[in-house]
């Protein structure tokens, strides 16, 4: 079995995959403090980290030598296997953005479009020859609602919660709902416009942090919220 570590920017990922499927899953606040003391009943013969906030890799590492002799794989740096039709690198790419379009590939028919929910929301589209053509990025849920906290006098902090009415009758629920049928709207937007691109057959899925609290708004969506994580374990197979 593996054990894969997503070290994302607001928290890091922990899963154990027994062939393809995920068997135990565990989610910390990405900080200086991690402590995975918790997972050192698991076994596991290899560990494949990913991550996208490089000051934290080495802590994680660190911390997960202190509960396992397992080898450990920085999947960041192994070879990827996907198409880019893109202006940039392979290196300006992020490590989520190819794990989630791996599993996309690997786990559903192409077209594909899907939404990564979290500190920042990503847009990914990968056309019927699985080449990744193009993204959109914005800002997340929490830095949405924490940006009226911080940019006014009168508005509270709020833990965002799913709701089931666009309107809100309180300012807590104004901000609440708001914040998620904004997101909602958008991407509606952007399934209309990306299935001029890809066609009306593409498949869309929503994954992330966030993803449970937009995922009953949206219709004709696919939850799936071990995308990254398979990813990760999927580019990892590639490379054995």
Same mark, same amino acid.
Request: proline letters at 2%.
């Given at each position: =079995?593996?054990?894969?570590?997503?070290?994302?920017?607001?928290?890091?990922?922990?899963?154990?995959?027994? #062939?393809?499927?995920?068997?135990?899953?565990?989610?910390?606040?990405?900080? %200086?403090?991690?402590?995975?003391?918790?997972?050192?009943?698991?076994?596991?013969s290899?560990?494949?980290?990913?991550?996208?906030?490089?000051?934290?890799?080495?802590?994680?590492?660190?911390?997960?030598?202190?509960?396992?002799?397992?080898?450990?794989?920085?999947?960041?740096? &192994?070879?990827?296997?996907?198409?880019?039709?893109?202006?940039?690198?392979?290196?300006?790419?992020?490590?989520? @953005?190819?794990?989630?379009?791996?599993?996309?590939?690997?786990?559903?028919? $192409?077209?594909?479009?899907?939404?990564?929910?979290?500190?920042?929301?990503?847009?990914?589209?990968?056309?019927?020859?699985?080449?990744?053509?193009?993204?959109?990025?914005?800002? /997340? &849920? %929490?830095?949405? $609602?924490?940006? =009226?906290? #911080?940019?006014?006098?009168?508005?509270?902090?709020?833990?965002?919660?799913?709701?089931?009415?666009? =309107?809100?009758?309180?300012?807590?629920?104004?901000?609440?709902? /708001?914040?998620?049928?904004?997101?909602?709207?958008?991407?509606?937007?952007?399934?209309?416009?990306?299935?001029?691109?890809?066609?009306?057959? =593409?498949?869309?899925?929503?994954?992330?942090g966030? $993803?449970?609290?937009?995922?009953?708004? @949206?219709?004709?969506?696919?939850?799936?919220?071990?995308?990254?994580?398979?990813g990760?374990?999927?580019?990892?197979?590639?490379?054995?």
């Amino acid at each position: =079995m593996e054990l894969v570590i997503d070290i994302g920017n607001s928290y890091t990922k922990v899963a154990l995959i027994n #062939h393809e499927r995920v068997t135990r899953y565990y989610s910390f606040k990405s900080n %200086e403090k991690i402590n995975l003391s918790k997972l050192k009943s698991l076994k596991f013969s290899i560990v494949l980290i990913s991550s996208v906030v490089n000051k934290l890799t080495p802590i994680v590492i660190k911390e997960v030598k202190k509960i396992s002799k397992a080898k450990i794989v920085d999947v960041s740096k &192994l070879k990827k296997k996907i198409k880019i039709g893109v202006n940039c690198t392979s290196e300006e790419i992020g490590s989520d @953005l190819y794990a989630d379009l791996t599993a996309a590939k690997k786990r559903f028919h $192409a077209p594909v479009l899907i939404f990564d929910i979290g500190t920042v929301n990503k847009v990914l589209a990968l056309d019927k020859n699985n080449v990744f053509i193009g993204a959109s990025f914005f800002s /997340g &849920l %929490e830095g949405s $609602a924490r940006s =009226m906290f #911080h940019n006014t006098e009168k508005l509270p902090e709020i833990k965002l919660e799913y709701s089931n009415n666009f =309107m809100g009758k309180t300012t807590i629920s104004c901000i609440n709902n /708001g914040v998620l049928y904004s997101l909602a709207y958008s991407l509606e937007g952007f399934i209309k416009d990306y299935k001029k691109i890809l066609g009306k057959n =593409m498949k869309v899925i929503v994954t992330g942090g966030g $993803a449970s609290l937009i995922r009953p708004i @949206l219709k004709n969506v696919t939850y799936y919220p071990y995308l990254t994580i398979l990813g990760i374990y999927y580019i990892y197979m590639e490379n054995k």
